[in-house]
């Protein structure tokens, strides 16, 4: 297996934020040089040794942890992100398609 990288982890980061037309920056600067949190925004946060998936929820720089899971092995986070792409990304049944 190949090893999974930063610039891995912040791909599909950016994919999920295109795949949920999300704010691709997770923050902004205004003309003062005030710093602003991007509301929607889904980032990799690193600590502990390892990643985790956060998005913006708040103006402030308020966050939430998307897997609850707390920081993982890059490959962990890299499996969860696959896959919650991929169900961003399937087709949603309706009754009238069944």
Known sequence: MDRIRQSDLEHYAGLINQATNSPMETLTRDDTGKLTANVGNYYISCAYGGVS??????????????????????????????????????????????
């Open 53 to 98: 998936l956060y998005r913006n929820v708040g103006p402030s720089g308020g966050s939430t942890e998307m897997f609850n899971s707390g920081h993982v092995p890059k490959r962990d986070l890299y499996n969860r992100m696959r896959a919650y792409l991929a169900g961003l990304e399937a087709p949603v049944l309706t009754t009238e398609n069944k």
